[in-house]
């Protein structure tokens, strides 16, 4: 049965900790529904109401897409081993860019050093917690992190990283803008 609680408590930072991966799902009017996975290695509880994670270049945008259009997001954890769990964040989301000091500050608190192909921090403000029973989950063996990104990163470079974010990551593939980039024109004074 599914139960809900107002912000994440102890039990719940605990099954966090234990898990290797988590999934985000967000959407805007007339845009496709994006589900991604995420290791947790780049996950932070950062209070009782508040998570974040280092979002790093990847082939497209969608999340901070969606965010900066409607700003609702869920991220969810599932147990592939142990006792059976689900559980999910509900929230309001946005998107901290790396040239912002609200990025440094947090990049430096809770994730200490900038991997190679940082992107930005997306932050969860989390509305609503709910765990329910995961009897469906099947159960995996995990084997260890793939290190395909980093090698990917660190043979672009800085430069090629940021041709790459201008060229994949700058709108959604539905065509939203990320805020990713000020290529947006500010919208014409009608008057």
Not at 141 to 153: F, I, K, Q, T, V
């Amino acid at each position: 049965m599914a139960k809900q609680f107002p912000h994440i408590t102890d039990t719940h930072r605990d099954f966090i900790a234990r898990q290797y991966v988590f999934f985000t799902a967000s959407a805007a009017e007339g845009a496709r529904v994006n589900l991604s996975p995420k290791p947790t290695n780049a996950f932070r509880v950062i209070g009782d109401n508040a998570v974040a994670y280092l979002d790093r270049t990847g082939s497209s945008n969608e999340t901070a897409a969606h965010l900066l259009a409607d700003g609702r997001l869920t991220i969810m954890f599932c147990a592939f081993e142990g006792a059976p769990l689900i559980l999910r964040l509900y929230g309001q989301g946005r998107v901290l860019h790396r040239d912002t000091g609200e990025y440094k500050a947090l990049l430096t608190d809770a994730f200490g050093e900038e991997p190679l192909g940082a992107r930005q921090i997306v932050l969860l403000d989390v509305d609503l917690v709910q765990t329910s029973c995961g009897f469906g989950v099947p159960l995996f063996d995990y084997h260890g992190e793939r290190h395909n990104l980093d090698r990917w990163a660190e043979a672009k470079g800085e430069e090629g990283l940021a041709a790459y974010r201008l060229e994949k990551n700058a709108r959604s593939m539905d065509g939203l803008p990320t805020g990713l980039f000020s290529e947006e024109p500010a919208e014409a004074d009608p008057a």
